[in-house]
């Protein structure tokens, strides 16, 4: 009866209406804060062969993330930091999950070689493991599978002329992160 009467005070209807006034603003600013620091970097050197195709059904066919080509033994590199979810072999093929702290997650595929174990915790950068010939990266968002592409930054330099009389060429500048958004 206490709680039936608490219910139906005068004025907590007001506190509600404006609580959720609140939680619409923080989250109205929010959304655009956390999707402009979404650029992470790419896992790997290498060209996309085979991009993201949503499939139309759960069962469908599709390419849930994206495939690269890459060389021998090439590096593949932590696109955010997070923590380790899953390592193993799903029908023959070699898988590395991160779970980034927004709840997303990072798979890493067709590794022929890793060291990470569930548990632990990776910083943007660091190795996931190493592939040869092909790379698969995915992102899923709850069960979604997501195009991973849209958050990728490509790296990139100022343009610089070089010397064409022999003399010495100035040191260029690091590469920086570019995001597309």
Not at 4 to 21: Q, S
Not at 58 to 73: E, F, K, L, M
Not at 109 to 129: A, F
Request: proline share 7%; charged share 20%; hydrophobic share 40%.
């Amino acid at each position: 009866m206490v709680m039936h009467a608490r219910r139906n005070a005068p004025g907590n209807g007001r506190h509600r209406v404006i609580g959720a006034a609140i939680m619409a603003a923080v989250g109205l600013l929010a959304a655009p804060i956390a999707r402009a620091q979404l650029c992470w970097r790419p896992p790997v050197e290498g060209v996309v062969v085979d991009p993201f195709r949503a499939p139309p059904c759960a069962w469908c066919p599709g390419n849930r993330g994206i495939d690269y080509r890459v060389g021998t033994n090439a590096e593949v590199r932590a696109a955010a930091s997070g923590t380790v979810t899953f390592v193993g072999v799903v029908a023959g093929t070699a898988y590395a999950v991160v779970e980034l702290p927004s709840g997303w997650r990072h798979t890493y595929g067709k590794l022929i070689s890793t060291r990470l174990r569930s548990g632990d915790r990776v910083i943007v950068g660091t190795t996931i493991g190493q592939a040869s010939g092909e790379f698969y990266f995915g992102l899923r968002v709850g069960d979604d599978y997501r195009d991973p592409e849209e958050f990728l930054g490509t790296w990139g330099g100022r343009t610089r002329l070089i010397p064409s009389n022999g003399a010495t060429a100035r040191v260029s500048a690091s590469p920086v992160l570019r995001c597309r958004r």
